[in-house]
């Protein structure tokens, strides 16, 4: 698959490797921007706050699929009139959009492959979305969970806050897994 990432840092550039390693073509695009005309999915991993300079930045958008990857913090909030950077990035492209990776640690991608059982990867979104994501969180190492549909962006955002506090309080950076009983 061609796969473009706005962001090439922790987690862009984290997910490009796996994604490489997997096969895909991924074009990395940082904050001078580019083309995303020709990729089939579009991975958003910018600071939040610059999610309406990112997008602004790169051509070929329209319709495109994208995943949004993005975190607010410290009471940082989504672009005027919407709950979450999710649902701005679909009004920007019109294109099937989806929150996904934004529950995950960067950190930690060099050892998804070794874990016994695949962690999970949290994401919700449009129902277009589903097989991508399914794909890409599998051949990033992960077993993709739903939410819901996009409007639940807002608390899959806001979970950002509950992951950082698991982590200070004594595990540190960690994977989860949400499975049926019989999947353990
Ligand atoms: N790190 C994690 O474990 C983690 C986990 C889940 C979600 N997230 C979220 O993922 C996003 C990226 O985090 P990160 O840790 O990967 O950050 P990072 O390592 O600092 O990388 C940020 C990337 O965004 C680009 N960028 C910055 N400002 C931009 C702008 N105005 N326009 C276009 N591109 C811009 C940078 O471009 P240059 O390459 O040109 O500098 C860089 O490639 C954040 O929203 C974060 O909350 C991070």
Redesign the pocket.
Same mark, same amino acid.
């Given at each position: 698959m061609d796969i473009t990432v $706005? +962001?090439?840092?922790? $987690?862009?550039? +984290?997910l490009a490797d796996l994604w490489e390693r997997a096969g895909h073509r991924v074009t990395?695009?940082?904050?001078? +921007?580019g083309d995303a005309g020709a990729s089939e999915a579009v991975l958003?991993? @910018?600071? +939040?706050?610059? @999610?309406a300079?990112?997008?602004?930045? @790169?051509t070929g958008l329209a319709g495109k699929m994208v995943l949004d990857?993005?975190?607010?913090?410290g009471g940082a909030r989504p672009p005027a009139g919407f709950s979450s950077?999710a649902e701005y990035v679909e009004s920007v492209t019109g294109g099937s959009t989806a929150k996904a *990776?934004?529950?995950? *640690?960067?950190?930690?991608f060099g050892q998804i492959a070794d874990t016994r059982v695949r962690p999970s990867n949290l994401w919700c979104g449009d129902d277009e979305t589903q097989g991508i994501v399914g794909q890409l969180s599998l051949d990033a190492g992960y077993d993709a969970v739903r939410l819901g549909d996009l409007s639940m962006a807002a608390t899959q955002e806001g979970l950002?806050g509950t992951?950082f506090a698991i982590a200070q309080s004594g595990l540190g950076?960690f994977v989860y897994r949400m499975a049926a009983p019989e999947q353990l």
């Open positions: $706005i +962001g090439r840092g922790n $987690i862009g550039g +984290g990395r695009l940082g904050r001078g +921007g958003l991993a @910018v600071p +939040g706050t610059a @999610v300079a990112a997008l602004s930045s @790169v990857a993005t975190n607010l913090y950077n *990776f934004n529950t995950n *640690f960067a950190s930690l950002a992951m950076q």
